[in-house]
Nanobody, 128 residues
Framework: QLQLVESGGGLVQPGGSLRVSCTAS?????IGWFRQAPGKEREGVSC????????YYADSVKDRFTISRDNAKNTVYLQMNSLKPEDTAVYYC????????????????????????WGQGTQVTVSS
């Protein structure tokens, strides 16, 4: 059983920055950040492969968000800059444990149902 623990959410003003972190209790193949706003479906925000060679960003966050990982700490980060009110959501970390069946990082991030394990979520609120 892989455990994922998120931290770093909070309240920030529009245009501000925030970094959320996700620490995994073990190995994973692909990992990423998903978000769900009230009344909306869960969507993939950004995902990364274990070796960091492949990343995906949703169009809505490109050039504003950056995903990174520290394998020594088994931690994945999402640096969020130029935050907008529409970024308000619960942000979840989710991981795929194995590479079988193979799917690309893009495919994984666009299909939250492919995740094997989920964190408890952290609230990010962008408001003045």
């Amino acid at each position: 059983q892989l455990q994922l623990v998120e931290s770093g959410g909070g309240l920030v003003q529009p245009g501000g920055s925030l970094r959320v972190s996700c620490t995994a209790s073990g190995d994973y193949y692909q990992i990423g950040w998903f978000r769900q706003a009230p009344g909306k479906e869960r969507e993939g925000v950004s995902c990364i492969s274990r070796n960091g060679g492949s990343t995906y960003y949703a169009d809505s966050v490109k050039d504003r968000f950056t995903i990174s990982r520290d394998n020594a700490k088994n931690t994945v980060y999402l640096q969020m800059n130029s935050l907008k009110p529409e970024d308000t959501a619960v942000y979840y970390c989710a991981a795929r444990r194995t590479p079988y069946p193979y799917v690309s990082v893009t495919n994984y991030c666009r299909n939250p149902g492919r995740a094997d394990y989920w964190g408890q979520g952290t609230q990010v609120t962008v408001s003045s």
